[in-house]
């Protein structure tokens, strides 16, 4: 049967490598710097971050690397190596681009709205975030473009930058792209850090770090992209938005965060009951999860992780076939736990498994996978990693 198929991250050296050439190829000229921002996984804490509640994402080592030009006039020219349809439009224009560019135009039009006097523009986009595997691949683009065009800008680095940084890929998804996200994804892929978690509250903004090392305990967090189809502007994410609005307005709260579990019992409407019912849990289980992190009671973090999934199945119903099988068979081979993770309908499960049992419980999903004739699974590693950032000057590696 097929071997599991890994999905491993660039270097910077190496992305740094393959934004410059194919920048090249593209400009026929040199960019003026790279900048890179990580995919993230989110470890637990799923459709909390609209309900002002808390999650717990971790930045991926697969990141997203953007060459980037100054032009001297009003032009932006946006393409991809990876992805076709590039976009070609003036400053004026950036409110208008569609399909992924508008992530990039998007970010550099949110970044005037906030003062910023954003220039001209060439750009060429690398990467290896998977797309539409519930992993951020978008907002990896939005804040790898918001930290090029700030640094061609000179703006000073701080937590404070970070966040408007953050804020304008939000407004970029929101508004330009017209997906009604949160601002988990954004937030830790300009937040997180090498060996930790980022424990964000998301009624006041205020972020924690939290220690999370697994491998030190002879585990890892392993990533599976099941391939299944993930979009996050086609109704359905939405639609479960909505219903937590209105779950929130029923109980007389302004959200969920706001809401207790008597309340959310009292529901009439079963649905709304249900979809409120797994974000007051989920956030409850993200609080418990930081304190058991902080102790290092891996197999409680293990145990509400798969509390977390049955919340998503059951009660939110965002899973589909091919992450419960995941979950089940990971499961099944003596996972800790094991969850979907991100928007749901589709994209990445995370699984807690024990250094020595990866392989062969990256082989049973794979041997799942065909056994159910769906396409192979991809396997990520996750060891936490860095924040959007800025590459060292060019000339020092050319
Ligand atoms: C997607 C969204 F972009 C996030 O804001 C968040 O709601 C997540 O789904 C679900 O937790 O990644």
């Given at each position: 049967s097929a071997d599991p198929e890994w999905v491993r991250p660039w270097s910077d050296a190496e992305g740094r490598r393959a934004a410059l050439e194919t920048f090249r190829d593209r400009y026929d000229d040199e960019p003026d710097l790279v900048a890179a921002a990580p995919g993230r996984v989110n470890l637990i804490g799923e459709h909390t971050d609209y309900n002002d509640g808390l999650c717990l994402p971790l930045a991926l080592p697969h990141s997203t690397y953007v060459a980037i030009r100054r032009r001297d006039d009003d032009r932006v020219v946006i393409a991809s190596?990876?992805?076709?349809?590039a976009w070609t439009g003036a400053l004026d224009d950036l409110g208008t681009a569609e399909g992924w560019p508008a992530y990039v135009a998007g970010v550099a039009w949110a970044l005037g709205e906030a003062g910023f006097t954003v220039p001209g523009f060439e750009i060429m986009v690398e990467s290896t975030?998977?797309?539409?595997?519930?992993?951020s691949s978008s907002a990896a683009l939005e804040c790898a473009t918001g930290t090029a065009v700030l640094a061609l800008l000179d703006v000073e680095e701080s937590r404070e930058t970070r966040m408007g940084l953050a804020r304008a890929g939000i407004r970029a998804e929101n508004e330009v792209a017209g997906a009604a996200t949160g601002g988990m994804d954004q937030t830790v892929a300009v937040l997180g850090s090498p060996a930790h978690a980022l424990l964000l509250?998301?009624?006041?903004w205020e972020t924690e770090l939290i220690p999370f090392d697994p491998a030190a305990a002879g585990l890892e967090l392993l990533v599976v992209d099941t391939r299944a189809h993930h979009q996050l502007n086609d109704g359905a994410y939405e639609s479960r938005r909505r219903a937590c609005e209105r779950a929130a307005a029923a109980i007389g709260v302004?959200?969920?965060?706001?809401?207790t579990p008597a309340q959310v019992d009292a529901l009439e409407d079963a649905e709304l009951r249900s979809r409120a019912r797994h974000v007051v849990t989920e956030i409850a289980r993200v609080a418990e999860c930081a304190d058991v992190l902080r102790s290092g009671s891996w197999d409680r973090v293990g145990e509400l992780m798969s509390a977390s999934h049955v919340s998503m199945r059951?009660?939110?119903?965002?899973?589909?076939p091919e992450l419960d099988l995941v979950v089940d068979t990971a499961t099944a081979r003596g996972a800790l736990g094991a969850r979907m993770t991100g928007g749901g309908f589709g994209g990445s499960a995370i699984a807690l498994v024990r250094q020595d049992d990866v392989p062969d419980t990256a082989r049973a999903i794979t041997e799942a996978f065909a056994a159910q004739g769906y396409d192979a699974p991809g396997f990520l590693p996750a060891p936490a990693s860095a924040p959007a950032r800025v590459l060292p000057a060019l000339h020092l590696i050319r």
């Open positions: 190596g990876l992805e076709d349809g975030v998977p797309l539409g595997a519930g992993l509250d998301c009624r006041s302004d959200s969920l965060r706001n809401a059951d009660d939110f119903e965002i899973s589909c």
